[in-house]
């Protein structure tokens, strides 16, 4: 486990998780992202591994209470639910396996990569799309099947929430309105974020301590998000551009120290030094 000064990195835990679950209670989405930036930057976890494999117990956490809210409205499609977590479970584990594989300093490098393109997708306005529910035949499945397991990697990959990717993928895949694609998956992200956990943890690459801070700093945060995102629904689309701001700031800092780190001329995604590293750290 890591070595820390146990006077400020719990207010830092608390406090970095109540700004994750406070993005995610205001804008529905998007706010997970943030988790493994502030856990290596704020709260001073030095191994992005186990800033990842932290990061993925907390998200699972606040996907499960936020898709309680969401069952509870009827927003589920429990079925589609089912199906799409489980097969996505396995893409999880392949993710986070090859994940973990890769060296730290690398995978975050592309976690910023990653970062710049969620923030491109943050300043797209979300409106209502029409849609058609379509017929669960076996092209349904196999769409759905694909979906799955690729957000299911992906997510296991960064140890990242993935509703970016699950939302659109529900909705192509089945044609479900949009509010139910939110609702449904919820359960995926959370199910995707704990075989992350999992997986790493298996490693002892999971620091329990501060993921029970910063999940108990998420839950406070997202009530309070929650209660704001009623009074400030008519501006959704401007707090979701300066969210993209933040992503953007946030992002073009791990490149940053990412680029600082590898050296000038060393070449980040050279196959021997990305898979090198991993094992000459083990």
């Known amino acids: 486990m890591e070595q820390r000064d146990v006077s400020t990195s719990i207010l830092a835990a608390v406090g970095s998780g109540g700004i994750v679950g406070f993005m995610l209670g205001l804008l529905g989405g998007g706010g997970s992202i943030l988790a493994t930036p502030l856990l290596l930057y704020v709260v001073g976890v030095t191994q992005p591994h186990i800033a990842i494999g932290t990061g993925a117990l907390a998200v699972s956490v606040n996907a499960f209470a936020n898709f309680a809210s969401h069952a509870i409205k009827g927003h589920v499609w429990w079925r589609c639910a089912a199906v799409f977590s489980t097969l996505g479970v396995v893409g999880a584990l392949a993710g986070s396996s090859l994940g973990k594989a890769i060296d730290g300093d690398r995978l975050i490098f592309l976690f910023g990569i990653l970062m710049l393109v969620v923030g491109v997708l943050m300043l797209k306005p979300r409106k209502p799309a029409a849609v058609e529910c379509r017929p669960v035949d076996l092209r349904m499945c196999l769409a759905t099947a694909a979906m799955a397991l690729a957000a299911g990697a992906a997510s296991g990959f960064f140890g990242i929430g993935g509703g970016f990717l699950i939302v659109p993928g529900l909705m192509l895949a089945t044609g479900m309105p949009m509010i139910n694609a939110i609702g449904t ?6 199910a995707f974020g704990l075989a992350t956990a ?3 943890a298996s490693s002892a690459l999971v620091d329990w301590w501060i993921a029970v801070e910063f999940i108990g700093g998420g839950l406070v945060g997202g009530l309070l998000g929650m209660l704001l995102a009623t ?6 689309n401007i707090l979701d551009r ?6 953007f700031v946030v992002a073009a800092y791990i490149l ?3 680029a600082r780190q590898a050296g000038a001329h060393q070449s980040i995604l050279d196959p021997q030094v990305v898979f090198g590293g991993a094992h000459a750290r083990s």
């Not at 009074?231 to 959704?236: E, G, N, Q, T, Y």
């Open 185 to 190: 998956s919820l359960l995926s992200v959370g």
């Open 198 to 200: 999992l997986n790493y």
């Open 231 to 236: 009074r400030l629904s008519a501006h959704k």
């Open 242 to 247: 300066l969210f993209a701001a933040v992503i």
């Open 256 to 258: 940053y120290q990412s």
